[in-house]
């Protein structure tokens, strides 16, 4: 909800920081896709972040903002069982006819379509190594114009979400499980990479390592910086928070991030004997995630616990979306950010302080409609864009690597590329 | 499979929505004397949810029976 009173001139500034920190979060997912990836699609896949980001940004512009709109401003309804349900908002298109100045409306519009860039880079994550430029844009016009703006209309907006209670502060469901979710759709429209799951491995599936274990590390410095913002103007332009709660939001999304990169580490060391970087990256993102939607409504306590949970949940997910799903998502953002969001949602409803006896329910409709409506819809949506247009690019393509198919030059064109790269499983 | 997957979900949704658009708050009912609470709406959730599961499931297995036949 928009805060009613008009902001203080400090809550003004602290909003505006907070916003001025989220293209960190953006850069750092972005880094994480490229260095999860294979070194000969690096260029690819940070070009397609850009790319994905920029069409994001133009979608929201063009019809997202139209659909999505804010709290108190118009909006078409329906009337049900002697009640109106605010579905879908009814502002111009192009941002026609706003002020564009500092007041909530205008700073949320801002909020959204930074964070509209950063769900857009989520599902590149899932189709790592064999998604096509043209196609990415494509889909990223569909997630951040309809998919995304419907949704978070339904949770920030006044809408039906709203309306029976559901809360949200900083994105966990609109962000975080929209992109997940719409990630888990390309992963199952492009399928794997080639020689992922081959009769040659035994039945299992072969493990393909990112190229770059410091840059997704390094990224997860900057992930959390950006999330400090995110989840802070989140938490003061949807959830009310004063000045003062700032400080809940950050020390909550510090630790859950923290709680979730031990619980990871400890796992996969009693696992494998070692700790997993890649895995361990996953948990401290995934504790960020599960951070978004309760960062100003848990205790410090919840928090880690919350955390404690999302790094247990991302590493066996990953584990088991891989062996047993045959889902190839080279990032985990199915387990990041979908299962993360999600189980970051639920925690909200069940653990957060001062909840509404009605709360746990809200929130599990909102996960209902999560699974039941953004799954089916973002699906239909890229399965028709698939049908159109082929998303996956050419099997000679994915054997080049995406660097010299699609760009002509490779982004480490130093590096001798061994051999046993160019052979086909 | 794949297309009663996502009706599945799709459904389970619809059940969800129509249990907080048609049943009000706290309403008790005496058909549901039987889930001991006596909440119509948060049993409805459940059922559709449940329904959800159950359409992810199918989806998600219909893609990999669709890999093991190419196979």
């Known amino acids: 909800m928009i805060p009613s009173a008009a902001p203080s001139e400090a809550a003004t500034v602290l909003e505006l920081a907070c916003l001025l920190l989220i293209p960190l979060a953006i850069a750092g997912i972005a880094l994480v896709n490229t260095g999860l990836g294979r070194s000969r699609s690096a260029s690819h896949a940070m070009l397609a972040s850009l790319c994905a980001v920029s069409v994001a940004a133009a979608a929201y512009f063009v019809c997202g903002f139209a659909i999505q709109g804010f709290a108190g401003g118009p909006a078409h309804t329906i009337a049900a069982a002697g009640k109106q349900w605010n579905w879908i908002a009814a502002q111009p298109l192009f941002l026609r006819g706003l002020a564009l100045d500092a007041s909530p409306a205008c700073l949320i519009l801002w909020l959204q379509v930074l964070s509209v860039g950063l769900v857009a880079l989520i599902p590149l994550g899932a189709g790592l190594d064999r998604w096509r430029l043209g196609a990415v844009c494509a889909s990223t016009f569909l997630l951040a114009g309809i998919v995304y703006p419907l949704f978070a209309h339904w949770v920030w907006g006044g809408g039906w979400l709203a309306q029976i209670g559901f809360v949200d502060a900083a994105g966990g469901a609109p962000v975080q499980a929209v992109g997940g979710l719409t990630a888990l759709s390309i992963a199952w429209i492009l399928g794997p990479r080639r020689g992922k799951y081959s009769s040659s491995e035994g039945g299992m599936p072969a493990a393909i390592p990112g190229h770059n274990a410091v840059l997704v590390l390094f990224a997860c410095f900057l992930v959390w910086t950006g999330w400090l913002g995110l989840n802070g103007a989140g938490a003061m332009l949807f959830g009310g928070a004063p000045v003062g709660a700032l400080v809940r939001v950050g020390l909550n999304t510090t630790l859950s991030a923290a709680m979730a990169g031990l619980a990871a580490a400890a796992i996969t060391r009693a696992r494998f004997g070692r700790p997993d970087a890649s895995l361990c990256a996953n948990g401290w993102i995934g504790g960020l995630a599960a951070s978004s939607a309760g960062c100003l409504y848990f205790d410090p306590a919840v928090a880690a616990l919350a955390g404690l949970v999302a790094g247990a949940l991302v590493v066996f997910t990953v584990e088991w979306l891989d062996v047993y799903g045959e889902i190839d998502d080279p990032t985990g953002s199915v387990s990041v950010h979908a299962i993360g969001g999600i189980w970051g949602v639920l925690a909200l409803g069940f653990f957060a ?15 209902a409609t999560l699974l039941g409506f953004v799954l089916p819809f973002a699906y239909s949506l890229n399965w028709l864009l698939d049908r159109f247009s082929p998303q996956r690019v050419a099997p000679e393509g994915e054997r080049q690597g995406l660097d010299l198919h699609e760009l002509g030059a490779g982004a480490y064109p130093e590096f001798v590329i061994h051999r046993e790269d160019f052979l086909q499983r | 499979m794949r297309l009663t ?51 992810l499931g199918l989806v998600a297995r219909s893609h990999v029976s669709v890999r093991e036949a190419r196979r």
């Open chain 2, 5 to 55: 997957g996502l009706l599945l979900l799709v459904s389970g949704w619809a059940i969800v929505l129509a249990a907080f658009v048609m049943l009000g708050a706290a309403m008790p009912r005496a058909a549901f004397v039987m889930l001991g609470a006596a909440m119509p709406r948060a049993a409805f959730v459940a059922a559709g949810v449940a329904i959800e599961i159950l359409g």
């Open chain 1, 353 to 367: 302080r001062s909840g509404s006896p009605v709360q746990p329910l809200a929130q599990v409709a909102g996960v």
